[in-house]
């Protein structure tokens, strides 16, 4: 079975600049979640989505925003790159809410530089 | 804050030692608990999980500990092999929705 799938896997922006991220969850997975990894630091997160609703936001400005598709696949979406945008943005599917079905899988992940 | 620093704790050991590692969690009220493990260029890879009401669970070759009383959580890796040279990050979730915060990251380098 395919694991969590996300395009594409490096990109290089420069300042000002808008990127979209996409994401294929596991086969029968409903849940999507962002996050993004700077070098050196653990994942922070950023949205959840769960049969096309936002279930939660992390701590990140209105310049990141997301969307989930009928067919559970998601979009992440960054206006007004800044330099410290730059870093791994992860995708993680899972079958719900992860206290009641488990266990959260990651895709590789977007490398997104901002130049 | 929920994330922390660069510099990430290194852990060596011999090819064949059971390593252990170790993660202090932040919230008291973190109901599920996961360890992954991160190779350079990729993704967090699910290795196992672990909810509050537990203290200890086995997996292949993995062992977590969960000691409420003092918010610590272990990783024990049973016959520790070159391929378990990673970035190992505990994380934690207090419910409500996906939401996990993760630890520093321990970077187990695995010598033959």
């Known amino acids: 079975d395919a694991g969590v799938t996300q395009s594409p896997t490096h990109l290089i922006k420069t300042r000002g600049q808008q990127v979209t991220l996409r994401c294929s969850p596991i086969?029968?997975?409903?849940?999507v979640s962002w996050y993004q990894q700077v070098l050196g630091q653990g994942p922070q997160f950023i949205f959840q989505?769960?049969?096309?609703?936002?279930?939660g936001r992390g701590n990140f400005p209105d310049r990141f925003s997301a969307r989930q598709f009928p067919n559970y696949s998601s979009e992440l979406n960054v206006n007004a790159l800044l330099l410290g945008d730059s870093a791994l943005y992860l995708c993680?599917?899972?079958?719900?809410?992860?206290?009641?079905?488990?266990?959260?899988?990651f895709g590789e992940g977007s490398r997104l530089t901002v130049l | 804050g929920e994330s922390v620093g660069l510099h990430l704790p290194t852990l060596s050991v011999q090819e064949g030692d059971n390593s252990i590692i170790n993660c202090a969690y932040s919230?008291?009220?973190?109901?599920?608990f996961i360890w992954y493990k991160q190779e350079s260029g990729k993704g967090p890879q699910f290795i196992i999980d672990i909810r509050s009401n537990m203290d200890k669970r086995q997996g292949q070759r993995v062992t977590v500990l969960l000691n409420k009383t003092v918010k610590h959580l272990s990783l024990q890796i049973a016959a520790t092999q070159p391929g378990d040279s990673a970035v190992y990050f505990c994380a934690e979730n207090t419910g409500g929705y996906n939401k996990l915060i993760f630890g520093a990251g321990t970077r187990l380098a695995v010598h033959p």
């Open positions: 919230n008291s009220a973190s109901d599920y």
């Open positions: 086969s029968g997975h409903k849940s």
């Open positions: 993680a599917s899972s079958w719900g809410n992860i206290l009641n079905t488990g266990e959260l899988f």
């Open positions: 989505y769960y049969e096309k609703e936002e279930r």
